[in-house]
């Protein structure tokens, strides 16, 4: 969705390493989520956050750490990288939903490949 | 946190009606049930969503029935491009997971 963008879309980086993935939304949602997925594996949360002063932690946020900078900006840093944050980096936005529950929005997407 | 079960890879033929089912047997009442389809190297993408019953759009259809225990997503005549990875997904707010998904596999 290209209201949902991500940079960069691709990373080479080495142990150790800080690096930081950005996220920007043009949605005017409230709500931003970082997830990673592994491959042939299904998508697992890292950080949410509901709002500017809201973030929370999902199922796998060791390693990692947020910035919401704005509500159009989350950023997903990786303090100090290891091969096995070797991944494929997801943001969402989604907004509070009048009825029902949120539908999340994708960005593209960020490879990242740790050495 | 309502846990999901799903087929792990299903395979199909253009033209068929596929129906992928998903488990949750421990739903709970204020929980809905939402469908993510994902192609390869993008990320998902909204298909469906519903509480109860049968809800339609002009991409699927989903079927809950009364006790809400499953739910089944029906891809009406299916094409080579609905070879993609399909999650279902249950819970309110800030509580849903996404599984392992299903594979579809679309065959000519």
């Known amino acids: 969705d290209a209201d949902v963008t991500q940079t960069p879309r691709n990373r080479i980086t080495k142990t150790g390493k800080r690096i930081m993935l950005e996220c920007s939304q043009t949605?005017?949602?409230?709500?931003m989520y970082w997830y990673r997925q592994d491959p042939g594996l299904g998508l697992q949360l890292i950080y949410y956050?509901?709002?500017?002063?809201?973030?929370n932690k999902g199922e796998i946020s060791d390693g990692y750490s947020v910035s919401r900078q704005a509500q159009a900006k989350f950023s997903l840093s990786l303090e100090s990288a290891i091969p096995n944050q070797t991944a494929l980096y997801f943001c969402?936005?989604?907004?509070?939903?009048?009825?029902?529950?949120?539908?999340?929005?994708f960005g593209p997407g960020t490879r990242l490949l740790v050495l | 946190l309502a846990k999901t079960t799903q087929p792990i890879s299903m395979d199909s033929y253009e033209g068929q009606e596929v129906n992928i089912t998903c488990s949750h047997n421990n739903i709970a009442t204020n929980d809905y049930i939402t469908w993510y389809q994902q192609f390869p190297s993008q990320g998902p993408r909204f298909i469906i969503q519903g509480y109860k019953t049968k809800v339609t759009n002009e991409v699927a259809s989903l079927f809950i029935p009364a006790d809400r225990k499953s739910s089944t997503l029906s891809l009406p005549r299916v094409s080579l491009s609905d070879t993609a990875v399909y999650y279902c997904l249950v819970g309110d707010l800030g509580d849903m997971r996404f599984g392992a998904g299903t594979r579809l596999t679309v065959k000519p």
């Open positions: 949605k005017g949602h409230d709500r």
């Open positions: 969402a936005t989604s907004d509070s939903p009048k009825s029902g529950v949120e539908t999340q929005y």
């Open positions: 956050s509901f709002d500017v002063k809201d973030i």
